[in-house]
């Protein structure tokens, strides 16, 4: 069976050309042809076709770059503007290959010479500029689609499904323009957080259909509310939070009182016998400058929100201007609390890592402390941040400073800096890695993630530990043998680095039992083609029985102290 043509016959053809001879012999060659047939019509000034083009299709334009009113280039760019979406053929006197090209680059087809065009040349060329200039068209066509589906799901992404306010992703975006806003311009930045009362009551009483509806109706009444440079975001269950640019502490009280207002005015039908009012708890605080991430917002703003529900609810708390509170002095235990959310008082320390063979120093793993003698190491502070729900901040303010320490390394040594699995997950991959010193490549970093920290299914941390390495930023598995190593989150997460703890070296010289153990670590770290690196070396003998089994790379009280 004979394969169907895709040029349909009967082409329009129109020809821009003042050469009498020349479009003759053109016009007799395309009239022999009849499958398909071209029916020509010719113009012989650039002002005559831009007239027509406004006012007719064509399949197909054969263009004479000099013409009576026009010359060059321009002739076709003029064309070209007018008749887009038509395939363009380019005939001309002049032999160039430099204007061949340029025309060529700016949307033209093709480009013929007079003198060297025959029949069977230019039938082809005709028919291939139609075919390629369709095929075209139905390309950009489709990528344009892709653009805009893209784009909406991009949208997606940024917002929560049920009050299409932003989520926490897209807060995150919004807040990072605002920074930048303010390091270039000054000004101040207020954050408004916003907690519907009782609203579990409402739910387990009438239902999640009747709290979704409450949400609704909330995020509409905080939309009506805020001006149209305001940020808002639901972040979860009924949290709302406000980014209020340019905003004194007045304007903003001025606002959640308006808005507190608006909530408790609301009432809800339920049913023809009954109707349900809502109010909502506010804190107000401006965003200090330290301030990079939603769980930093959330952590200077959740105390006056606290405030506000533990002195009756439906009530704004706010930072007064001085940066105090207003209401009682908080206990020791918030002062603490407090001292963490600030993050200013975060060091580090680094403690070399060798190369076993012959002790040289290969990189550093930067340890968090704070300036607080009583609760200045990690055990102490984390646990206290887990305590009042500021983990992913504090640990966020550990990796700043780790950074900040790490800067000052030479260029090609490895940096190793502990980051929580909550933390990864949290926060978003470009947000931690845009922190990372500029010094030095990413690709000099290592991010340690302790084994004994994942909790539940592993595969949670498979798709920033991908994004990590596509910036070259290597992944250490921690503490690896502190428990039950899970061999499920050893394989899944594919670690480039293995970092064997304490319990698999510590008197291993003299124990059997821990050397069994270490070889079977040490066969999986094989399998998997990761780096082992042994910690808590803290005598020779254990160091030289490391160096027999194969371990390269080791840290310790023995080869070097935190300094």
């Not at 040594?413 to 933390?423: A, E, G, K, S, V």
């Not at 499920?488 to 594919?494: A, D, N, T, V």
């Not at 821990?514 to 399998?527: G, N």
Request: net charge negative; aromatic share 6%.
């Amino acid at each position: 069976m004979e394969q169907e043509k895709f040029i349909q016959p009967g082409l329009r053809v129109l020809l821009i050309e003042d050469d009498q001879e020349f479009a003759d012999v053109l016009s007799m060659r395309l009239d022999q042809e009849k499958n398909p047939s071209f029916e020509v019509t010719r113009l012989t000034t650039l002002k005559q076709a831009l007239e027509a083009l406004g006012q007719n299709s064509w399949d197909l334009i054969l263009l004479d770059l000099m013409l009576p009113d026009s010359s060059g280039i321009e002739t076709f760019a003029n064309v070209h503007a007018k008749a887009r979406h038509t395939p363009v053929v380019i005939v001309s006197g002049l032999d160039s290959d430099s204007l061949a090209i340029d025309a060529v680059r700016k949307g033209a087809e093709d480009y013929l010479v007079k003198g060297e065009i025959d029949s069977r040349l230019l039938l082809r060329v005709l028919h291939h500029a139609i075919d390629r200039h369709r095929i075209k068209e139905k390309l950009a066509s489709v990528t344009g689609r892709l653009h805009e589906t893209n784009r909406r799901l991009e949208k997606m992404a940024l917002l929560d499904p049920l009050t299409e306010l932003y989520n926490r992703r897209g807060l995150q975006q919004v807040l990072k323009r605002e920074i930048q806003l303010i390091a270039r311009e000054g000004g101040n930045l207020m954050v408004l957080l916003l907690d519907l009362d009782d609203l579990k009551k409402i739910n387990d009483s009438l239902g999640h259909p009747v709290g979704d509806i409450l949400l609704k109706e909330t995020a509409r009444k905080i939309r009506d509310s805020v001006r149209g440079s305001d940020h808002v975001a639901r972040i979860g269950g009924d949290e709302f939070i406000l980014l209020l640019p340019k905003t004194s502490v007045k304007e903003g009280l001025q606002l959640a009182e308006r808005l507190r207002s608006s909530i408790a005015n609301t009432t809800i039908t339920v049913s023809e016998k009954r109707t349900i009012k809502i109010t909502a708890s506010f804190g107000l605080v401006s965003v200090p400058d330290h301030v990079t991430s939603v769980d930093e917002l959330l952590a200077v703003s959740d105390p006056f929100l606290r405030q506000s529900k533990n002195e009756g609810k439906n009530k704004v708390s706010y930072q007064h201007p001085e940066e105090t509170r207003n209401g009682p002095r908080p206990p020791e235990a918030e002062h603490v609390a407090e001292l963490l959310r600030n993050g200013r008082d975060f060091f580090a320390l680094k403690q070399p890592i060798f190369r076993l063979a012959d002790q040289t120093v290969v990189g550093y793993e930067f340890l968090s402390r704070l300036k607080n003698s009583g609760i200045h190491m990690p055990d102490v502070f984390f646990r206290i941040a887990m305590e009042n729900n500021i983990l992913t901040l504090v640990d966020h303010h550990c990796f700043r400073s780790c950074v900040a320490a790490a800067a000052t390394l030479p260029p090609k040594i490895r940096r190793h800096i502990n980051l929580f699995p909550t933390t990864i997950i949290a926060l978003a991959t470009e947000e931690l890695v845009e922190k990372l010193a500029t010094t030095c490549p990413a690709e000099n970093y290592c991010f340690e993630i302790s084994e004994q920290q994942i909790l539940g299914d592993p595969s949670h941390l498979i798709g920033p530990v991908e994004q990590f390495r596509r910036y070259g930023i290597s992944i250490a598995i921690d503490d690896v043998g502190f428990g039950n190593t899970c061999l499920e989150g050893l394989i899944l997460l594919e670690p480039d680095v293995i970092k064997l703890d304490k319990k698999y070296v510590r008197g291993i010289a003299q124990d059997i039992h821990i050397e069994r153990s270490l070889r079977r670590t040490l066969k999986v770290a094989e399998d998997l083609n990761a780096e082992v690196i042994a910690e808590g070396i803290e005598t020779e003998e254990d160091l030289e029985r490391l160096k027999e089994l194969g371990v390269k790379y080791g840290q310790g009280f023995y080869l070097g102290m935190p300094a």
